[in-house]
């Protein structure tokens, strides 16, 4: 059974940063693309970033591009997500994701979830 765990989210002013780690266990880490999620009140839930096995193909929405940066550590089982110059419409849950691919092929899959970590910012 996989287990991501997330951490690194609270609460931060407009203008802030954070940098959110998630941590997987129960399979090879290294084999599966990763993602970044998020879910605000009311609203569903929507992809955010994610990198292929080695972190050397990323991929990120429109509204986070050039502000947030996904990048993982395969000896440390260990994906982050930083995220800079943060607005008030960043706050929500974010949820770490493990793909059941290896790349980020275009009909990737989500086969796991965290239980997400919450991220604040005030205006």
């Known amino acids: 059974q996989v287990q991501l765990v997330e951490s690194g989210g609270g609460l931060v002013q407009a203008g802030g940063s954070l940098r959110l780690s998630c941590v997987a266990s129960g399979r090879t880490f290294s084999s599966y693309a990763m993602g970044w999620f998020r879910q605000a009140p009311g609203q569903e839930r929507e992809f955010v970033a994610a990198a292929s096995w080695s972190g050397g193909s990323t991929t990120y929405a429109d509204s986070v591009k050039g502000r947030f940066t996904v990048s993982r550590d395969n000896a440390k089982n260990t994906m982050y997500l930083q995220m800079n110059s943060l607005k008030p419409e960043d706050t929500a849950v974010y949820y770490c994701?493990?793909?059941?691919?290896?790349?980020?092929?275009?009909?990737?899959?989500?086969?796991?979830w965290g239980q997400g970590t919450q991220v604040t910012v005030s205006s």
């Open positions: 994701a493990q793909y059941g691919t290896i790349s980020l092929a275009p009909n990737r899959e989500i086969r796991y």
